[in-house]
């Protein structure tokens, strides 16, 4: 029996990188859901139960860093979030400890690399939460 996609929701305002990350990672084996709002998600989270949250930080009514608290309260334990922003790396990195945000990634990392840096963190035990130390999710 085949091994079921890893799920993947990316939220971000800017439909074209939405377009760009769903064809990307779908190339890669993934099955991607996207949206184009921070307001919402926990329900999509609860609902489509994904492996990975790519969220950006930047959304006018509720910063991406935000919902990231909101969600995992509805999310399987084993679901991750990652900030997926083009915030410089200081930010980010501040931001996802602040949010407890499992890792974040730059938007500069796209088809391969991103899909390496997912499949790669997948394979890794998610942390409990008091010893959780957001890096870039590397390879």
């Not at 800017?14 to 307001?39: E, I, K, M, N, W």
């Not at 922003?85 to 949010?99: F, G, N, P, Q, V």
């Amino acid at each position: 029996m085949a091994e079921a996609k890893p799920r993947v929701l990316v939220v971000d305002d800017d439909p074209d990188l939405l377009d760009l990350v769903q064809r990307s990672l779908s190339a890669y084996g993934f099955d991607v859901q996207t949206h184009t709002s921070a307001l919402g998600v926990s329900n999509i989270v609860r609902a489509s139960e994904p492996d990975f949250v790519l969220i950006d930080v930047n959304f006018p009514a509720l910063k991406g860093d935000k919902v990231v608290g909101l969600a995992r309260q509805y999310a399987p334990p084993g679901t991750r979030f990652i900030l997926y922003s083009a915030s410089d790396e200081a930010k980010l990195r501040s931001l996802a400890i602040a949010s407890g945000a499992d890792g974040y990634i730059s938007k500069s990392v796209q088809g391969a690399d991103l899909a390496q840096k997912l499949n790669a963190m997948r394979l890794k035990p998610r942390p409990a939460s008091s010893n959780r130390n957001p890096s870039p999710v590397e390879s």
